[in-house]
């Protein structure tokens, strides 16, 4: 079925393909949009929506859903994302799978509702106490928000782990053709999970390892299967790379700046590439590193002020000049501007 | 005067020292003695305690004691901190100076009580949303907590912004001789403050900034002040690097570990040397790249599964391997296990 | 279908039964098996049960669905009513139906989990801010814990005001033969509420009129319907009454003991008789005036420290002189007991 | 010292006089200016002021400055004090001292701001679980509101209980001449109290009793002091009610236009009295039925529905018809309705 649909809209729609059928939440801009739609959509195929007393409740709830092996989603915006960091440790550290949607916008603090590119460190690096990793996913048009959302639900029971949607308030906020296929979700069997039943009755969903060996022994399996997912799940996307002299690197919205930067860079006879990494977590520094292999420059572009671009520098490890170029606080790079910053980097004259 | 004091009771002392009077929190082991201790000591010299509901009403009790012009600090441990990462964005977001402590415990979620070192993404990197920074200082001793909790004050006021003391468990519990001069603080003049008087009632404290442009200029205003930081806050400590040939890096309570193990290895022929972060941010990269200038291997040893080891590699930018070692969950390696790994590191039988 | 059941189930079967579809609630003993029995229960019936962030998060939930036109409840003990009273004065101010269940517990504050009757006063009268009542019946076995619990969405539909089964933790925590018919609930029409669809987009579901004249008016059509149900719901039980010298009045397991010392007065020669409240609001005052009319003595037997004895003043209004006998803390009175009482009133020797 | 000041302003200043040094709340019209005002002069006497993060942290935080021996202090209205009936039950229940202010608004729920006296049965009764009671002082004017203030605290150490301050809007609001005398308030030793001190370490401060005699012990040493204080507690004030054939009864603002009405009348040869009761619990029983004695009918006038009419009844017991005249929302009678009313009363013409 094609229709016209919202960014934020085409996370619920994916979610209810998926299967989710639970979804707490707090509304915020630039996210609300999603605590809208599921509102409308979840009681509409027998599932739950909730908006919860605070993103410190959302998230809480979230875990009972899950360690209960339904799919279950939240979503909001930053100030909403820092308030649910303690409950994603203990999701990551209770190996229960949700997906969680970051709709990011400007600023710290309170900041604006315009878009930005700022929560990558928060969700990439992992802005909850311990040792744990989410996996994430950064779409950069309305489809992928429906079908990252999909995979995310899909990579979420894979890993038993939250696996978060990071995308800007462009991506949320804007309307595009999306494409769904009504197929029927294929729900894994979740024999670990805490169903109020007599067969599920010892099943013990926790976090806590009071042993230090215990507790070492339970982050080393953690850790295997970070390792499993490094290795088999990094996604991407290449654009012009095969002739490359610069590289410009970027995720989400950015990635669309900088095709257009490309194009028009070729036909002012710079060889320039376009690398979008889709998985933020996994980074997929394996391609990167084969895409940067014949490039002179990198060129990291984000609307931030240099957060990505550390797993860039950290992929290339020195191998090729990484230079970085951000704006922030809902403005956004102009192509004029960004071939600019090609130009000065390459030491061409305009 | 000299005595007898344990690491967390230290912050305390040095906190009272520094001037500050008012705390709020909410006890966590392994940091519970912090909030006793304040208890105790801060109502003893005219101070303000106050154990809140939970660590969110806590740090925003920090913002507005902060915006009031008070010096100010909270302490948790992993769960706590996680819990304030809204606030703390907040308050980096509004120019608020303020002392955040985190004693590291075991594992994500809720874990164990047993030390780590696996809250340096959430606190360095920042795991509050948007594009702000903490002040970090590492301790290594009892000594230091007090002075670096002094030192915390300072640069909080300096900078304006929230300093966090990261420890580990270890130097939270442990107990050494302690130092103290008993000198008068020097408060500094906080113009900017909202003191509830006619001269300041013009005052605003707020991180809010609709307009695009406007919140990108104050963003790149933030920025300006953490690159001054970065060019003269960058501290650490350095042992036996001058000829070393692998050089061990390692923060905190692993940095005793370290100096062992590097004059162990020393011992047994092996040039070794110490490199000791004592700010994490700014991370003294600087002062690491000149002392790993000479070596051959780099050895980065935490008590996680590598987390500020991404710093050093961003450092050094490939100039030179770095390898990693860390326990989790309590466990630490010991001086035999940490040469083991230099061996086979420098490619040597044991 | 007859069953053996304990009180606090019957609770829950009687609402799903009743048409019940949505329960907030958090658990206290000794009320929990209610929230045990309905997140067992209300999925299988595709309702929704959640266990909320606290009894201030549940209530609201309540507010919430019960605004969207479901039939909701609640149920807690003492001090989670307590918690409830702004939530209960919010959906009595709003004019919104729900049940809410109390099963008391013994003493102020913490307490005890023992049984008591001490929470009267703050269900009958109002605890919460306003003028407002709550519709309070007071069921004395495990099938009318079923049954005054279907009566009571009723009401609570009639009226559109908060209904609260007051159940000490005797009835609450007792099983005994359940007989329940396997009815279809008839769920009311109620074009008032706000159901997310086109239709009711312009329904405002609402307690606040900042007018003056308006608020009075409000406040007056409110009172009108109090003073309805005060003519035409007055429930009550009575037993031996026609000949009767003393009347012993109680509600709840009270009443079961009374009818026993009833029994035993009469064998003894005394002509006792017994009036069971069964509405608690509206107070059954015509009954009672009528069942007093020819008696010497009253006497109010209360698992409290005299709480409904002053609704049964106010209701003789000095007509008959009206005595008070009461224990509490989980202690309850034996016939002997009671007999003593009754004897020492009418000044007879044992 | 003389001065003109706000009503709610003079609490504080009662406050202070009367040695309390701790403020916890929350503001909520019409009772900000207490916040206020607290904010304002807690500081300069060494107090603390602290807006909580909700009226449940508030109270809390009272209960605990109280346990350890503070005279403590909040203030709120009706929604505010709803939160608050939980807390109110505790610090009963432990008895502990502490003033709590309530300036009535309108309405139910949301309500409007509006002056009422609908809060009555919620402060007298006691809104919140358990057997337990408020002290309640209700003022007439501002200089009241400072002095009835101070005599709370007394009361509230003299009989380890809350204490609360219910007033309705207009005396909250109003301004008036208040004369203060400048006196050292006589603080109490309490040797029950939990000081963080050595000799205070044995000393437990708990509402719960887990043993049923122990439980009932306890609530009959808690009823004995209600007993003593409704001996000698009782306040009051008559005017005109020698001679008096109508009595008219109120409290607080209605009293103020109660004594006009009762002097129109008089000039209308119609021989009225007036009783206001000061202390709303224990209810002035003995006098009101001494001054009733003689009269022919008894009026009593509440903004409210009718909440204090039935102590008055209760207290009159049949003696005397007692009539009721009630506006809300706000609304407050004229002296030519009250004339009206007791013409209607006494079947004259007008």
Redesign the interface.
């Known amino acids: 079925m094609r229709q016209l649909c919202k960014g934020n809209v085409a996370v619920v729609k994916g979610a209810i393909l998926a299967g989710c059928r639970a979804y707490y939440g707090y509304p915020i801009t630039p996210a609300s949009e999603i605590a809208e739609a599921a ?2 959509y979840f009681p509409q195929v ?1 599932g ?1 929506f ?5 993103e ?2 959302a998230i ?2 979230v875990y ?1 859903a899950a360690a209960a092996g339904l799919r279950v989603m939240s979503a909001s ?3 909403g ?3 649910m ?2 409950g ?7 190996e229960l799978p949700c997906v969680i949607v970051d709709i ?1 916008r ?9 878009p ?1 590119q ?2 990558y ?2 969700m990439v ?8 990793r989410n996996l994430v996913l950064a779409p950069a048009s309305v489809q992928e928000m429906a079908d990252l959302t999909m995979l995310a639900f899909e990579l979420a029971d894979k890993y038993r782990n939250p696996v978060v949607i990071l995308a800007d308030g462009f991506v949320g906020q804007m309307m595009e053709p999306l494409e769904l296929e009504d197929i029927e979700a294929q729900l894994p069997e979740k024999p670990w999970a805490v169903k ?1 039943t007599p067969e599920t009755r010892a099943n013990l969903v ?15 399996q ?2 295997a299967k970070y390792i499993r997912a490094k290795e088999v799940e990094q996604r991407y996307e290449l654009c012009h790379t095969d002739d490359a002299e610069v590289l410009l690197v970027g995720y989400g919205i950015i990635s669309r700046v900088l095709l257009s930067t490309v194009e028009a860079l070729r036909k002012d006879g710079v060889k320039a590439g376009l690398f979008r990494p889709i998985t933020l977590w996994p980074f997929p520094a394996k391609a990167l590193v084969e895409a940067a292999s014949r490039v002179e420059k990198v060129l990291v572009v984000e609307l ?2 240099g ?1 990505m671009v ?1 797993d860039v ?2 992929s ?4 090729v000049p990484v230079d970085f170029y951000g ?5 956004g790079p102009s192509v004029q501007e960004l071939k600019q910053q090609v130009f000065s980097l390459m030491e061409m004259a305009v």
Not at 206 to 215: A, H, P
Not at 327 to 331: A, C, E, I, K
């Open positions: 509102a409308l027998g739950t909730l908006q919860a007393e605070s410190v409740a809480n709830m009972g915006s930053g100030p994302l820092s308030l960091q303690e994603m440790s203990y999701l990551a550290g209770a990011m400007g600023g710290p603090g309170l900041g604006n509702i315009a930005e700022s929560d460190f928060a690096k992992g802005g909850g106490h311990g040792n744990y109020g926790t976090s806590i390892y009071l042993e230090t060996d215990e507790m070492e022994a339970y982050q080393r953690m850790e931030s002020n957060q550390e520098r950290l290339l490890n020195g191998k704006r922030v606080g809902g403005n």
